[in-house]
């Protein structure tokens, strides 16, 4: 639920959009409401006080007109008070009590009559108090009736009343407030219902304004996603003249400049990389050509005066070099063309690392190198190129040879139950961090003053890298001036697994010391 | 006895070269400069070997290659400048028994053509395998009455297979005795060449009697005895 709202910008615009218009709709709701129960109480009490005060008066008139000595008789009057005052009443029904006030010794006799239903809670005794000793002016209070079982609010107001021979005694209306609660319950419902609507149709018309805005944005990202993600050919609806059209328009010419770019960009490296592989295939013919000269040339040197004979040692040599990096380039090139297909098999990483060894051996003989290995006496089973890997390995032993200063070079075999390793370590001039750095480029070379002697093609690690990613490896390299460089290749044991940690340290536990 | 080879290539460089290292180890040479061409040549001077490249005006060398194979058995050593997967299985399925990929030195494309002119040892003689008796000197192979015909290179694999039915043969130990190879070379060669063999002599190639695959080692002949 957090997560909707913390993704959805829609739903949390409605959300606040609602939240406060619901505060407020229901701050004048409640003021309103309050206000209206307020005018109706009030207007009720001052039109129950002029009733009131009517009717004290005309019971008064009564009882003066009367002049009455007999006791009955004026028993009689004052009984007829309470019907006459309950039907005269002009709004609503209302109940009507004459009490005789207590205290008074003479006249026991007389009785107080009261309307039929009328409970004599309704009556409090405070009230009754606060009339006796507020004899020039009506006394009220709020009370709840019931009637047929309902509480309702209603009023009592009281009046004294002094009556000739008679005494003391306690005019109360009693009124019933039933209708104006209905018609404030009416109101009330109506302003919340009101309210309610008011919110819904709040929070509809937030949604489909957010919509209409951020659905352009959200049209414009998922858009922009798809288009990071490769879909070059992504645009958005341009409609209208306002400013998400703008933000369209201005978002496809965006869309379309970067296309252009990328597809110039790609069709230029596919034209180098193109160049480069026919420039390679176009060379083969006249350097075959040059090769098989050269041979006879140099097969028959021995018939040639000093001067030239060497010249056809030379020429030879560099026709060699010369192949060689032709068959870097082409295969860089096929790399590059995404045109390399690995032939995978299953091979004992042991036997390959053999391989690799005896095939250099000639040159470490003449480098007066030594090579040490250490293998594990078990298979090292893996799904591998083996030709690749075994070229990538004779690389990184000829440049251990090249750069080891004729100290021995160490290989290491390991394997782990995900993956295997090899580690070729030389303990020669070693390599700066900046130099490391740019190891794998193309034709770079660590010393340009140096003297080449082995005469690689400045290609051979930028190769290596690439075997290395084709078996989805690592080729990662140490290296410290003075005390020698390491690579180190990590290959899974099978090409679609994934390599969580190599079976081998680098830089290897000879260097740690 | 002077074999005779067609060197075809449309470099005029490349192909004066290669004859006279040709001729100097003792070769004859025919030369052709085009793919047209070169089927024409093939068919006046009846040559022993073609040396053919690959990529020729007119039509490829793997369209020559199909021709001279529909009528003749001769042997083809491929030159190609490519040593990409396609352009040498086409080949290879064209029907040419080897290939050389450019640039390639005297030495190894004379011992190519050595090794492909090489014939059956002297103490080859009449053996039979399954349905299929294979003669050495005529270098026919009979079903019953019926003669198949098998280019040498498809023979001598055949037989060698044959010569030692109990003996499965690794692609390594059919490069080395088959096509001559010292070193590893491309098993690609074996593959496709047993296809080609199965495709002539099995009566159903997808379920092969007669040269039969050992999984994980290679290939032997027969099925019954092992």
Known sequence: ?513 | MTHRILVVDDDDALREMVGLVLASNGYETVFAADGISAVEVFRAQNPDLVLLDIMLPGQSGIEVCREIRAFSGTPIVMLTAKGDTDDVVAGLEAGADDYVIKPHNGVELVARIRARLRPLGEDAGMLQVGPLSLDPKTFEVRRGDAQIPLTPLEFKLLHTLAAKPQQVFSREMLLDQVWGYQYKADTRLVNVHVQRLRSKVEEDPENPKIVMTVRGHGYRAGSDSL
Request: net charge neutral.
């Open chain 1, 1 to 513: 639920m957090i997560r909707f709202f913390r993704r959805s910008l829609t739903a949390r615009t409605v959300a606040l959009t609602v939240l406060l218009s619901s505060l407020a709709v229901i701050l004048i709701g409640g003021f309103l409401s309050y206000s209206l129960a307020n005018s109706f109480y009030q207007d009720r009490l001052s039109q129950v006080l002029s009733e009131t005060e009517r009717a004290v008066g005309s019971v008064q008139n009564t009882v003066a007109a009367a002049s009455l000595n007999d006791e009955t008789a004026l028993q009689t009057l004052l009984n007829s008070v309470v019907p006459s005052l309950e039907i005269s009443g002009g709004t609503g029904s209302r109940q009507v009590a004459l009490l005789r006030s207590p205290d008074q010794g003479q006249l026991q006799l007389f009785q107080s009559p009261i309307s039929q239903n009328l409970e004599l809670s309704s009556i409090p005794e405070s009230l009754r108090e606060a009339v006796r000793q507020n004899a020039d002016s009506l006394t009220y209070t709020p009370v709840q009736l019931t009637v047929d079982g309902v509480l309702v609010p209603g009023i009592t107001v009281g009046a004294p009343l002094s009556i000739p021979v008679a005494g003391e005694f306690e005019l109360y209306l009693v009124f019933n407030l039933a209708a104006e609660e209905q018609a404030l319950i009416l109101v009330q419902n109506a302003l919340a219902f009101g309210g309610i609507a008011l919110i819904v149709m709040i929070a509809l018309l937030s949604y489909f304004v957010t919509r209409s805005l951020v659905g352009p944005v959200e049209r414009a990202a998922a858009a922009a996603q798809l288009i990071s993600e490769g879909n070059l050919d992504q645009r958005l609806a341009e409609r209208g003249e306002d400013v998400m059209a703008l933000l369209s328009k201005s978002f496809n010419k965006m869309a379309a400049s970067l296309q252009q770019q990328i597809q110039q960009l790609d069709s230029l490296s596919r034209m180098q990389r193109r160049f480069v592989s026919d420039v390679s295939h176009e060379l083969r013919t006249p350097l075959t050509t040059i090769k098989l000269a050269g041979e006879v040339i140099f097969g028959n040197r021995s018939k040639l005066d000093p001067a030239l004979a060497r010249s056809a040692e030379l020429l030879q040599d560099q026709i060699d070099r010369f192949e060689k990096l032709l068959g870097d380039l082409l295969e860089i090139s096929r790399y590059d063309a995404g045109a390399v297909v690995a032939e995978w098999e299953q091979h004992d990483l042991n036997a390959v690392v053999g391989a690799a060894i005896a095939s250099i051996e000639p040159l470490a003989k003449s480098k007066n190198c030594e090579i040490f290995v250490e293998l594990p006496s078990t298979p090292v089973r893996a799904e591998l190129d083996a030709k690749r890997i075994e070229r990538l390995l004779r690389n990184l032993l000829s440049n251990a040879i090249e750069h080891g200063e004729e100290k021995p070079i160490i290989v290491e075999v390991g394997q782990n139950s995900q993956a295997v390793a090899v580690c070729v370590t030389d303990q020669g001039v070693g390599m700066t961090r900046a130099q490391l750095e740019r190891v794998f480029d193309r034709f770079w070379r660590a010393d340009p003053a140096r003297q080449r002697s082995v005469g690689g093609t400045g290609l051979g690690l930028a190769i290596a890298r690439e075997d290395s990613a084709l078996h989805r490896g690592w080729l990662q390299v140490w290296s410290k001036p003075k005390r020698g460089t390491s690579f180190r290749l990590t290959l899974p044991k099978s090409r679609d697994a994934v390599i969580a940690n190599s079976p081998l340290p680098l830089p290897p536990r000879s260097m740690e010391a």
